[in-house]
């Protein structure tokens, strides 16, 4: 089964769960290029049965001080059918891991040794539009595998324009380029990797230029995951935790 079967239920991630509502009002001056090839990206994705890479990222959060203060991770994240997805992060703000197997979702911090498993809906999708609701869970780079990832950036950007072709380690990327009032948002989508992303940047207009970043690596396609990849088995001695859902 394709990764993506499922409509997206709610506009809850068109980029990394920023909320975009009302930034994109009047005149849209819209490049039907970049518009063609984040369509073409987005048909790979839905196509693909299951998929794994590597993601680094580059976070900017102003400190105490009003200074910027650079943070960083790196997660390895498996997708499997429509309904399976493991991630594990390490980085600036420890390690951590999800494992979904279509019914429950386990969260596991590794420093803490605690883990908590909560009941999920039955696609990858609609769970992580539900947990990011009721948890503030956040899942690195899920916006790119909703099937509705170029209509969302033309409803909540003014313009989208496309850059031409750069080089980036080694690979030819297509450079698009949406903004806002708020934000400017540019991708770098591989044309050696069946149009696959490679690189985007977030830039907070409105917040002291702060930068989101990340780089993608490693993909593999259509791996044979098998489905215990996706069970979560806690590790001897770890706590049981609950967590309480936002108000």
Known sequence: EPLITMKK????????????????QGVKDIDSTAIFILDKMSDVIGDLESVSFDLNNSNDKLNE?????????TSNIC??????????????EGKKGYWYDGAYLSYYNFEENNYVTLEAPETTLAMIDEMHMNYNFDFPAADFFYPSFTDDLIEQFDAIKFLGKKTIDGEECYHIMAT??????QLWISDKT??????????????????????????????????????????????????????
Request: hydrophobic share 40%.
């Open 9 to 24: 239920i709610i506009l809850l991630l068109p980029l990394l769960f920023i909320s975009f509502f009302g930034f994109g």
């Open 65 to 73: 001080d009003k200074n910027i203060e650079k943070q960083y991770s």
């Open 79 to 92: 997708f499997s059918g429509p309904d399976r997805l493991r991630i594990r992060t390490e980085g600036t």
């Open 180 to 185: 806002n009032s708020e934000l400017n948002v």
């Open 194 to 247: 069946y149009l696959l992303p490679k690189h985007f940047v977030i830039i907070y207009k409105n917040k002291s230029n702060l930068q989101y970043e990340s780089t993608f690596s490693n993909w593999i396609i259509n791996p044979n995951i098998p489905n215990s990849t996706f069970d979560f088995l806690p590790p001897p001695h770890a706590k049981l935790i609950s967590i309480l859902k936002k108000s």
